[in-house]
């Protein structure tokens, strides 16, 4: 087993280690990823075309024996990720430590950046570790190019840290998690069971199939807060608020509009020559643009100003 330190900011520095201080970095790796996954992740992959000696990981697996491997080149390849084309480092990453751990052909990498969440000298976790949402990333490499495990503890997995530090790239794509995003909400297996059971579940349901066609990008973490704002959840924790299934999603990703209309699209009949369409069954209904009148029999519909001109010109309507 290997532990390294290694601060980044303009250079890399590595940190001198005792005993005391490994056994408090192998309590942040214990507390911070543990034996469950997270449901913060995304799933990676190294590409063929990548599986070069130009990837540090491709290079670990490589190499033997593992502990004689010159760790300093993940540090040294993560600050050349965080720099910039004119040779500076970009002052919108912020500066942290790189902590690694290796066990055979396993190893495990965090970046803290700057918190007040651990001792800066002795590493020691202090009790507002786990709080901020923002401070950490993680990558979980088990010998397998093909399931590499990213955690990025913010809004978006940083393309710096995955792509161009790692030379990773997203295993799944946008129509594949849409997908499997809009089938998890249909078929209740988003959720777990301590949601699902609420009296208020349906509320939740609505307002994430809301959330999914509302937005461009889908984040777990941003999904949970508007539950918790909307007082639908009372708590933020995602290992209660998601099924285990759901750890097949990552937990961010663009959502494909495509894949949106392929579920919820409609035709509907209401005679021998006329069908009304729609790309999406739920939001038309949730926003009223169609009512059944009981008394005629007759559906109204409530055309948006900017195509009103052109349906009454095609009906041959004055307005």
């Given amino acids: 087993m290997t532990i390294k330190v290694y601060s980044i900011d303009e250079v890399v520095e590595e940190r001198t280690l005792d005993e005391e201080k490994i056994k408090n970095i192998q309590k942040l790796f214990k507390f911070l990823i543990g034996e469950q996954k997270s449901h913060l992740s995304v799933k990676c992959i190294l590409p063929p075309e990548k599986q070069t000696n130009a990837s540090v990981l491709f290079e670990f697996k490589n190499h033997r024996p593992k502990d004689s491997f010159d760790f300093k080149k993940f540090a040294n390849k993560l600050l050349l990720a965080e720099t910039n084309e004119d040779g500076k480092r970009n002052n919108t990453i912020r500066t942290g430590i790189l902590f690694i751990e290796q066990i055979g052909s396993h190893i495990k990498l965090i970046k803290l950046e700057s918190t007040q969440a651990i001792d800066p000298e002795t590493y020691a976790i202090r009790q507002d570790l786990g709080l901020d949402n923002s401070y950490y990333k993680i990558c979980i490499f088990e010998n397998n190019f093909n399931d590499i495990t990213i955690i990025d503890k913010s809004n978006t997995a940083a393309k710096f840290w995955y792509n161009k530090f790692l030379d990773l790239k997203l295993f799944r794509d946008s129509d594949t998690n849409t997908d499997t995003l809009i ?4 078929n209740n297996s988003l959720f ?57 999603l990552d937990s961010e990703f663009d959502i494909s509009k495509k894949i949106i209309i392929k579920h919820f ?37 409530d055309i948006q100003a900017r195509y009103r001109s052109q349906v009454l010109q095609n009906l041959g309507i004055d307005e």
């Fill in 183 to 186: 089938r998890f909400v249909k």
């Fill in 265 to 301: 699209k409609k035709s509907l009949q209401i005679s021998d020559i006329t069908s009304i369409y729609t790309d999406n069954i739920i939001e038309m209904k949730d926003r009223q643009e169609v009512e059944y009148n009981r008394n005629t029999g007759k559906l109204e519909l």
């Fill in 192 to 248: 777990s069971e301590k949601v699902i059971n609420q009296i208020n579940y349906e509320e939740i349901k609505e307002l994430s199939l809301e959330y999914i066609f509302e937005n461009i990008s889908f984040d777990k973490v941003a999904l949970t807060n508007k539950l918790v704002q909307n007082n639908l959840l009372d708590t933020n924790d995602e290992s209660e608020i998601f099924s285990a299934k759901s750890l097949d």
